[in-house]
């Protein structure tokens, strides 16, 4: 199932005039019970986003209209390719706009799903991936840490660990560690 999820994706990246059979295709595959089938829809938009960036968005944004944690996961984790965001402000817009989702699903959940929990996992080095590219995205995590949210604070302060942004911005993130106790 993984490979078939993956390999829908990078034909729907060369020929999107599979588009009308592969796309619910996949997108049913995000609830697929099994974990690597469900991970090969991310492998999908991978493909997706490096060859076909315009079709990949209008479908994670498609997708994501759903709010379904499953689907919001695998979406940031496919976003989340620092070399792509570096050159794609769209892609990093959505990687945004989507931790920003997936973070207010976290909070809004009193008891987690396995989905949730794996969202919440995922936001772990999703949130420094987009911080990494945009210095801006750390003012998200100010208030973030501002709201005082008990379910945010592990996923705040795994991504202020990261050395990918430790070393690129050491003093404004030694200021939030501070801040986050």
């Known amino acids: 199932m993984f490979v078939a999820h993956s390999a829908i994706g990078h034909v729907l990246s060369s020929n999107q005039s599979v588009e ?27 493909a ?3 060859n076909s960036g315009d079709l990949a968005l209008r479908l994670i944004d498609s997708w994501c209209n759903s709010r379904q944690p499953i689907v919001i996961r695998n979406s940031i984790v496919a976003l989340a390719h620092p070399t792509q965001l570096r050159r794609n402000r769209s892609q990093l817009d959505a990687l945004e706009r989507y931790n920003g989702i997936g973070m207010e699903i976290v909070a809004e ?5 396995d989905d949730t929990k794996m969202l919440a996992k995922s936001l772990c080095f999703t949130l420094s991936v987009a911080a990494e590219a945009d210095e801006g995205y750390l003012d998200e995590f100010e208030k973030w840490i501002s709201s005082k949210v008990k379910a945010w604070r592990p996923i705040l302060r795994e991504n202020l660990t990261k050395a990918r942004i430790r070393k690129k911005y050491p003093s404004r993130v030694e200021v939030l560690l501070n801040r986050l106790g």
Do not use: D, M, Q, Y
């Not at 009308?20 to 997108?27: D, R």
């Not at 959940?109 to 799903?113: E, G, V």
């Open 109 to 113: 959940t009193l008891n987690p799903s």
């Open 48 to 50: 997706l986003l490096e």
């Open 20 to 46: 009308e059979w592969a796309v619910p295709i996949l997108f049913k595959a995000n609830f697929n019970p099994l974990w690597r089938a469900r991970e090969g829809v991310t492998f999908a938009l991978e």
